[in-house]
């Protein structure tokens, strides 16, 4: 259905009109007829006609000054004018306005037709384009909570989230650099204040989480994680890399009117801990702040600035530069860490030169803390009383800094390469036995799932690492053991290739013919023949 308002003081030509689209589309189209500029304007803002045939010379307004008002409320309605005034500044300010056509009277019932029918083009190619927006929308509204799900569990709860950042930064048009966490608690108030989460509520929180997440983003422009037993991460990128007090105090009224609302709206209690600011790839510092604000403290809302202080670092002390080695230590990055060190030893060397004791001991320290790392991680299979017996005499023996340089750098490459060599030692185990499993296990019904449940990891980092040391996916590598049994099948001449492909672990045989034609070039059939 197109609306079509027809405006012309002519009442000659308004009937001349309606009888052409009448009779060529029928009840394709509403009609509404003006005689006057002021008339078309308000019939325009309650009618919102699709197309509108405008004569220039009415009463008043004339068309074009029509138009003009008309577009401040309708932008999208095909303008076609129709006129006996066939003047250049006219058609040069209809072109302007976007008027799809300028026609002169008088006008033949051919070019009506055609310029309608053209007119209905463009709005079902809109129309059109509208409808694809709003499946895509839809679509995303499905798949974004999946998307950021995913990013919550890989940044803060799997030891290698940090590279798959990049890629979740694009999919979620992540511009900022720098986050900081807010963990949210739920559950029905206990002794000592303490919130308590019954299987009911734990049935019911799956219910209310799509508004959960909703209600949040409306307080916090965040990336929502899943729900973890009765906490709910909410990541917040921002700009800057600290939380002035200020801010803080804006973040805390925030995440306060937050669990007010969603208690409310619930029936239970809701708890926030604020971790602060941290990179991207540090997440995980701000999940264990925002955890411990929630654990040791009553409050409904608790910001990790307001507990009980900690030690603080002294002056001028490079505590992001540490920080930032020894996360680079436990993901074996030694090109990240030896850049990382160095610039920490040019520090002691650039500010404490004459204190050669003290940077001998924080050489030292920086080496046990990097071993013990490596230790907790498998990198360090055994650990004895005398492991370390000569690291003391070695540094003290080292005759400048040059010399203690090469022995801190040669020690943390060497917790690196540890470390990195236990977790290729440990992936590769893991793909063994999944291969394993498969190969086993290929004739069933098999799943992604279903191997990393076997392997114990979760679905998305096993088929991330299966694709790392496969170098295939887990179905490329499914269907090839797959095929390669069929084809051994397919030399006795007793089967047929329905039971074959029933062996093979496919339940229906044009699916099982595509795939081995996919696989092979030729189908079953044909491969059987040229046995």
């Avoid at 384009?129 to 909570?145: A, G």
């Avoid at 030399?491 to 329905?498: E, M, Q």
Wanted: hydrophobic share 35%.
């Amino acid at each position: 259905m197109y609306r079509v308002l027809i405006a012309d003081d002519e009442g000659i030509m308004l009937e001349a009109l309606k009888n052409i689209i009448t009779s060529n589309f029928g009840n394709e189209c509403e009609l509404a007829f003006a005689k006057t500029g002021r008339a078309v304007v308000e019939l325009a803002e309650s009618f919102r006609p699709d197309i509108a045939f405008m004569d220039i010379q009415m009463p008043g307004i004339n068309g074009i000054q029509a138009i003009k008002e008309i577009r401040k409320f309708n932008i999208s309605t095909k303008f076609i004018i129709i006129t006996a005034y066939d003047k250049f500044d006219y058609a040069k300010e209809a072109i302007n306005l976007g008027v799809i056509e300028y026609l002169t009277k008088p006008v033949k019932r051919s070019v009506v037709v055609e310029v309608l029918e053209r007119a209905m083009g463009q709005i079902n190619a809109e129309r059109q384009k509208r409808s694809d927006n709003l499946k895509i929308q839809e679509k995303l509204e499905t798949v974004i909570p999946i998307v950021e799900n995913g990013f919550v569990n890989s940044m803060i709860l799997q030891e290698e989230g940090v590279g798959d950042l990049t890629y979740y930064k694009m999919l979620l048009d992540i511009q900022q650099e720098h986050a900081y966490v807010v963990l949210l608690q739920f559950g029905l108030p206990g002794e000592g204040g303490i919130l308590t989460t019954p299987v009911g509520l734990s049935v019911k929180a799956q219910s209310f989480y799509p508004e959960c997440c909703t209600i949040c983003k409306e307080f916090f422009d965040c990336i929502v994680g899943p729900i973890m037993t009765n906490r709910i991460v909410l990541v917040v990128p921002c700009k800057e890399d600290t939380q002035e007090y200020g801010e803080r105090i804006q973040i805390i009224e925030q995440a306060r009117h937050l669990t007010r609302k969603l208690g409310s709206r619930f029936e239970a209690k809701f708890r926030a801990g604020i971790g602060k600011t941290y990179r991207m790839e540090e997440l995980k510092l701000s999940y264990s702040e925002a955890y411990r604000a929630l654990s040791e403290s009553s409050s409904s809302v608790a910001h990790v600035d307001d507990l009980t202080l900690r030690g603080e670092y002294a002056g001028d002390y490079p505590g992001e530069t540490e920080r930032r080695l020894f996360q680079q230590i436990a993901r074996a990055d030694w090109p990240g860490a030896r850049q990382t060190a160095n610039e920490f030893f040019d520090w002691m060397i650039r500010n404490y030169y004459d204190d050669k004791a003290d940077i001998q001991l924080k050489v030292l320290e920086f080496v046990i803390w990097a071993e013990r790392e490596a230790f907790m991680n498998g990198g360090i299979e055994s650990y004895s009383f005398h492991s370390r017996k000569d690291y003391m005499r070695t540094v003290l023996e080292c005759p400048d800094y040059t010399t203690l340089r090469e022995w801190f750098l040669r020690k943390l490459e060497d917790v690196c390469r540890k470390i990195a060599t236990r977790r290729e030692e440990q992936s590769e185990s893991v793909i063994s036995k999944a291969k394993a499993y498969i190969d086993q296990n290929f004739s069933k019904e098999l799943s992604l799932d279903d191997v990393s449940r076997i392997v114990n990891i979760s679905p998305y980092y096993f088929s991330k690492l299966f694709k790392e040391e496969s170098g295939e996916n887990f179905i490329e590598y499914l269907t090839k053991v797959r095929i390669a049994y069929a084809k051994e099948l397919l030399k006795n001449p007793s089967l047929s290739i329905k039971e074959i492909c029933m062996m093979s672990g496919y339940s229906d045989p044009n699916y099982f013919s595509r795939i081995f034609k996919k696989q092979e070039g030729i189908t079953p059939s044909e491969y059987r023949e040229g046995l």
